[in-house]
C-alpha cells in the first residue's frame, strides 16, 4: 500500500512528523560549514573535533606522509596497488572504493574490496586480472578483490573481474556482498563486449560460488553506487550516481514466495519483483522535485514509489524514462548503510545542476514510516584547502561506538570525519599522501569505509594509488552531547 500525500500530511499535522525544524528528529551532526536549523546560504561553521569535547582529539601529523591521526592511534598498510600482490602473483589492482568485512574462518577477518576501473584494461596499469571462470567481461578492467587478514597475514585473492567501475556496492544479510557497477555502457561501446551497468554478488567465503559472474538484472541497469538489503522486508534500496538529469533512489521488492539467501539472487528472472523510484513529498502534500531543497536538518519528506518502465534500459537511461513531476531526484546519490533499521543515505553535493547548492547531505530513509529524515547538512565549502571543513561525503558506516563515519570526497583536504547522533562532528583521520605538488597540492578521496565485524578496527582506503589501511586506537563512545 503507497503511502499519499495526503495520509502523509494528515498524519504530520497530527504528529509533527512533517515539520521541517531541526529539533523534530534526533538529527544527526552537521559538519564545519554545515547549518543546523538556517538556510543553506547562511553562515555559522563549527570547528571540527576536540574543540567541541567530542571525537578523539587533534589529528597529528604523520611523518611517514600518509595518515594523520589522533593521538593513540595507529595504522596498517593492507594492501597497496602495484606493491602488494595477489595470491596468483599479479599486483593488487588499483582504485579502492566501496568495501565491508565480514567474519571468516579460524578467527580471520575477510573483506570485499570494489576496484573502480572503467573502459579498456589497457587503460590501467593494475586492472583486476582475469582470473579463469570469475570474468564478466573480458574487455572491462574493474571487479572486485577478497582479503583475508588473520594474526598479522594478509592474503588477496578475485573476487570477480570483467566488471566496470565498481563503486560503492554493499554487503548482504547472509553475508555476501553486493557490487554495482556506476557506468551505463553498453556491448560496442568504450570497448566493452557486454551491456554494463548492473549488481553483481560475491561470496567472501566460497570462491566456488563467483564463478561464471552472473549480473542481477532484476536490480536495474544505471550508474549504480549503493546497494542496501531490508533484513526484515527483503526490500533492496539502491542509490544512481548521475547527471543529466540528476539521479534516483530506487527500491527493489522481491517477488512472492522469494526468500533471499546465498546464490539466491542467481535464480532471479531479468524481470523478478518490482523496481521502482522514489517520489518525496512535504508535509502539505506538496511534491518535492529534487532532495536540495530541504536546507534545515530534521526535513522529513514522506516517500512514495514509482515503477521504473524498462528496467534494463534498453534505449532509454532509467532515469530519463520519468517526466518532471514523476519522480525526485537527487545529485550524487552516493553511499547507503543499513543502520537503525532503516538505510542512511547520502547525496554528495549539489551544484549548478540541483535547485539549490551544498557540500553534502545524509538522509535516513525509515522503511515502517515511510519516511525520508535530513540527518546532515553540509553547506558550501568557502575553501576546500584548508583544513577544518568537510565536504563531499561518499561512503558512509553506523559506527559501533554511536553516530556516524564518513569517507570524505570533496575538494582540497580529504578526511574520514565523524558525526554523533547530537550533531557534533570530529576527524579521525586525514589523507596527507600528496599526490600533487607542493605549490599545488592533490590528495585522493577516502573509500571504503567499515568497522571489522569486532568493532576493533575501522579499515578505509585512499582511492588512488590504491591503498588499503586499518585504523585502530582507544576509540570511545560519542556521547550526544
Known amino acids: 500500500m503507497s503511502l499519499t500525500r495526503r495520509d502523509f500530511a494528515a498524519k504530520s499535522a497530527i504528529t509533527g512528523a512533517g515539520v521541517a525544524l531541526a529539533g523534530t528528529v534526533g538529527a544527526l551532526a552537521t559538519a564545519p560549514n554545515a ?14 573535533g576536540a574543540h567541541h569535547g567530542v571525537g578523539h582529539g587533534p589529528l597529528i601529523p604523520d611523518p611517514d606522509g600518509l595518515l594523520a591521526l589522533p593521538a593513540g592511534f595507529t595504522y596498517e598498510v593492507i594492501t597497496y596497488s602495484g606493491r602488494t600482490k595477489l595470491e596468483s602473483g599479479e599486483f593488487t589492482p588499483s ?93 560496442g561501446q568504450n570497448g566493452m563486449t557486454k551491456d554494463h551497468g548492473y549488481i553483481f554478488e560475491v561470496d567472501p567465503e566460497d570462491r ?16 549504480h553506487e549503493a546497494v542496501v538489503i531490508d533484513p526484515k522486508r527483503g526490500h533492496a534500496y539502491l542509490t544512481e550516481d548521475a547527471s543529466g538529469p540528476n539521479g534516483l533512489l530506487f527500491r527493489w ?78 545529485r550524487k546519490l552516493e553511499g547507503m548503510w543499513w543502520g537503525d533499521g532503516g538505510a542512511y543515505v547520502v547525496s554528495s553535493y549539489a551544484r549548478e545542476e540541483s535547485p539549490v547548492q551544498h557540500d553534502g547531505q545524509v538522509w535516513f530513509y525509515d522503511p ?3 519516511t525520508l529524515t535530513l540527518k546532515v547538512l553540509l553547506g558550501v565549502n568557502p575553501d576546500p584547502s584548508k583544513d577544518g571543513a568537510f565536504d563531499g ?10 553516530g556516524l563515519v564518513i569517507a570524505e570526497d570533496g575538494e582540497g583536504v580529504q578526511h574520514l570525519f565523524g558525526a554523533t547522533e547530537s550533531g557534533r562532528t570530529y576527524p579521525i583521520a586525514r589523507n596527507e599522501l600528496n599526490q600533487g605538488t607542493e605549490e599545488e597540492p592533490e590528495y585522493s578521496e577516502f573509500t571504503g569505509v567499515t568497522f571489522s565485524p569486532d568493532g576493533r578496527t575501522l579499515y578505509a582506503n585512499i582511492q588512488t594509488p590504491g591503498i588499503m589501511l586499518a585504523i585502530t586506537g582507544p576509540w570511545k563512545r560519542q556521547k550526544r552531547g
Open 368 to 370: 515502517k514510516r515511510r
Open 95 to 187: 582504485n579502492h572504493d566501496g568495501t565491508a568485512t565480514f567474519c571468516g574462518p579460524r578467527g580471520a577477518t575477510l573483506l570485499v574490496n570494489n576496484h573502480e576501473l572503467k573502459g579498456p584494461r589497457a587503460n590501467w596499469p593494475h586492472p583486476v586480472p582475469l582470473t579463469e571462470g570469475l570474468v564478466y567481461d573480458p574487455a572491462a578492467s574493474g571487479g572486485c578483490t577478497v582479503v583475508e587478514v588473520r594474526h598479522g597475514h594478509v592474503a588477496e585473492w578475485v573476487g570477480i573481474a570483467g566488471t566496470s567501475t565498481n563503486c560503492a556496492g554493499g554487503s548482504t544479510p547472509w553475508g555476501t556482498w553486493l557490487t554495482g557497477e556506476e557506468t551505463e555502457d553498453k556491448a
Open 253 to 330: 521488492t522481491p517477488p512472492a514466495g522469494f526468500h533471499h539467501g546465498r546464490g539466491k539472487l542467481r535464480t532471479l528472472a531479468d524481470n523478478a519483483g518490482v523496481l521502482q523510484a522514489f517520489k518525496c513529498f512535504d508535509s502539505g502534500g506538496k511534491f518535492v522535485d529534487d532532495l536540495s531543497r530541504a536546507t534545515r536538518i530534521g526535513t522529513v519528506y514522506g516517500v512514495d514509489w514509482v515503477d521504473v518502465p524498462d528496467r534494463d534500459a534498453k534505449t532509454v537511461s532509467v532515469r530519463k524514462q520519468f517526466t518532471d513531476g514523476q519522480v525526485t531526484r537527487a
Open 208 to 223: 566456488r560460488a563467483n564463478r561464471d559472474p552472473k549480473p542481477v538484472k532484476a536490480f536495474g541497469r544505471y550508474a
Open 35 to 48: 547549518l543546523a536549523a538556517t538556510d543553506v546560504e547562511s553562515e555559522g561553521a563549527e570547528i571540527a
Open 393 to 402: 561525503p561518499d561512503n558512509i558506516t553506523v559506527s559501533p561506538y554511536g
